[in-house]
């Protein structure tokens, strides 16, 4: 019997639906897929038709590992299972559909969004699982050198500002988000969050998302969330114009607002805002900081070795490496899968506003004149941190690279 509950829609039930007698091995074998993703802590699940088979593949680590096949007959049973689990309608097959559940496996909880892609082969199937957790990451966990980490800090600290936090999907920034809300979350303090998926749980702080209705939009949560009167908010997503001026205007208030927002580097963010229409001499106002990152492997400390990158990938550097630096690489072995790699670590930049700056954005220069004066003002960019740490051996140069 299956460990899987599942909440499909707004009803729980005990396993899967009561499946027709012909349809018991295919509930079996998705079951099996979802239990193994969960059991490895997978971020999505990949169900992909071929001319002769099935591949199932999941992503664990952000790389991704083919975990099983099925015969191509039985393709369409294993997508309508999905599709069931999802809410979607199992008769229309040549249209793109989506779907959400909910699934718990011996205490772990997890949302599932789920799509489905027609393709000329039959459904692709994603499924991307968040994790409901508790959060226990203090900030000195994710990998700040000590200047980055102060400055990050004294940000935070101050009585009212915007921080923003910035990279790419998939670059850690929700966790960097939620260490900095640990840290300013008190009794003595109200905070509060909206988001479109709450991926962690923080007691003491009351987390809201839109509905998937519709009634309750993204920009409606945001609007509430400062009219609440928290001293400390964090907003999900900052995309759009609208959002943007309410968390300007909520960062004037006397409180922190911590906001998530897509952009390459730390200068792309600020000049992006002023894209939105968010005014130059608001922006200087507001803004506090910005940090920047992404996220890398950290190698294994069981297998990694010194090695001598090629040429092409030393020139792709872009810094003079002193002509005794050292690099690392992972071997692979039993502690690692072979892999070479444990666990995550972040690259970071922070660019803390001054005068320079501010005028530079008050001028409305370009992103790389922004880049130049912050540096010129001590910011390290993520590349220089990304290199430093590869030379002290917590990450490969390869690694480095490919986030950037």
Same mark, same amino acid.
């Given at each position: 019997?299956?460990?899987?509950?599942?909440?499909?829609?707004? &009803?729980?039930?005990?396993?899967?639906?009561?499946?027709?007698?012909?349809?018991?091995?295919?509930?079996?074998?998705?079951?099996?897929?979802?239990?193994?993703?969960?059991?490895?802590?997978?971020?999505?699940?990949?169900?992909?038709?071929?001319?002769?088979?099935?591949?199932?593949?999941? @992503?664990?680590?952000?790389?991704?590992?083919?975990?099983?096949?099925?015969?191509?007959?039985?393709?369409?049973?294993?997508?309508? @299972?999905?599709k069931?689990?999802?809410?979607?309608?199992?008769?229309k097959?040549?249209?793109?559909?989506?779907?959400?559940?909910?699934?718990?496996?011996?205490?772990?909880?997890?949302?599932?969004?789920?799509?489905?892609?027609?393709?000329?082969? %039959?459904?692709?199937?994603t499924?991307?699982?968040? !994790?409901?957790? %508790?959060?226990?990451?203090?900030?000195?966990?994710? #990998?700040?050198?000590?200047?980055?980490?102060? %400055?990050? /800090?004294?940000?935070?600290?101050?009585?009212?500002?915007?921080?923003?936090?910035?990279?790419?999907?998939?670059?850690? @920034?929700?966790?960097?988000?939620?260490?900095?809300? @640990?840290?300013?979350?008190?009794?003595?303090k109200?905070?509060?969050? *909206?988001?479109?998926?709450?991926? !962690?749980?923080?007691?003491?702080?009351?987390?809201? &998302?839109?509905? *998937?209705?519709?009634? *309750?939009? *993204?920009?409606d949560?945001? /609007?509430?969330?400062?009219?609440?009167?928290?001293?400390?908010?964090?907003?999900?997503?900052?995309?759009?114009?609208?959002?943007?001026?309410?968390?300007?205007? #909520?960062?004037?208030?006397?409180?922190?607002?911590?906001?998530?927002?897509?952009?390459?580097?730390?200068?792309?963010?600020?000049?992006?805002?002023?894209?939105?229409?968010?005014?130059?001499?608001?922006?200087?106002?507001?803004?506090?900081?910005?940090?920047?990152?992404?996220?890398?492997?950290?190698?294994?400390?069981?297998?990694?070795e #010194?090695?001598?990158?090629?040429?092409?990938?030393?020139?792709?550097?872009?810094?003079?490496?002193?002509?005794?630096?050292?690099?690392?690489?992972?071997?692979?072995?039993?502690?690692?899968?072979?892999?070479?790699?444990?666990?995550?670590?972040?690259?970071?930049?922070?660019?803390?506003?001054?005068? &320079?700056?501010?005028?530079?954005?008050?001028?409305?220069?370009?992103?790389?004149?922004?880049r130049?004066?912050?540096?010129?003002?001590?910011?390290?960019?993520?590349?220089?941190?990304?290199?430093?740490?590869?030379?002290? #051996?917590y990450?490969?140069?390869?690694?480095?690279?490919?986030?950037?």
């Amino acid at each position: 019997m299956s460990k899987l509950k599942y909440e499909v829609g707004h &009803k729980e039930e005990e396993g899967p639906k009561a499946p027709q007698p012909e349809d018991k091995g295919i509930v079996a074998q998705v079951d099996e897929i979802i239990e193994k993703a969960l059991e490895s802590s997978a971020t999505d699940l990949h169900v992909e038709p071929g001319p002769g088979e099935t591949r199932v593949r999941m @992503r664990v680590d952000g790389a991704l590992h083919q975990v099983a096949t099925f015969p191509s007959q039985i393709h369409g049973k294993l997508a309508n @299972r999905f599709k069931i689990l999802g809410a979607m309608d199992i008769t229309k097959n040549r249209i793109a559909q989506s779907g959400f559940f909910k699934v718990q496996l011996e205490g772990q909880r997890a949302e599932c969004s789920t799509y489905v892609l027609p393709s000329i082969l %039959g459904e692709k199937i994603t499924v991307n699982i968040q !994790y409901k957790r %508790g959060f226990e990451l203090n900030l000195e966990h994710l #990998g700040y050198f000590p200047e980055i980490l102060k %400055g990050f /800090k004294d940000a935070l600290a101050k009585p009212h500002g915007l921080v923003l936090v910035v990279g790419p999907p998939g670059s850690g @920034r929700t966790t960097t988000a939620y260490a900095a809300l @640990r840290l300013l979350n008190s009794p003595q303090k109200a905070c509060g969050t *909206f988001e479109a998926v709450n991926k !962690y749980e923080l007691p003491g702080v009351v987390q809201g &998302k839109p509905s *998937f209705q519709g009634d *309750f939009t *993204f920009v409606d949560g945001v /609007k509430a969330l400062m009219d609440s009167s928290p001293d400390v908010a964090y907003v999900g997503e900052l995309q759009d114009p609208e959002v943007a001026r309410l968390v300007i205007q #909520g960062a004037f208030s006397k409180r922190i607002v911590i906001a998530r927002m897509a952009a390459h580097d730390a200068a792309n963010a600020l000049v992006t805002l002023m894209d939105m229409g968010v005014q130059p001499f608001l922006l200087t106002a507001a803004v506090n900081a910005v940090l920047a990152q992404r996220l890398v492997r950290r190698l294994c400390d069981h297998c990694k070795e #010194g090695y001598a990158p090629p040429e092409q990938v030393i020139n792709e550097i872009g810094y003079r490496m002193p002509a005794n630096a050292q690099f690392f690489r992972g071997r692979g072995c039993a502690a690692c899968g072979g892999t070479g790699y444990l666990q995550h670590l972040g690259l970071f930049e922070l660019l803390t506003l001054n005068e &320079k700056i501010n005028e530079t954005l008050v001028a409305r220069k370009s992103q790389g004149e922004v880049r130049e004066v912050a540096a010129q003002a001590g910011m390290v960019p993520l590349k220089r941190d990304g290199v430093n740490k590869a030379v002290m #051996g917590y990450t490969s140069i390869e690694e480095v690279l490919n986030a950037l």
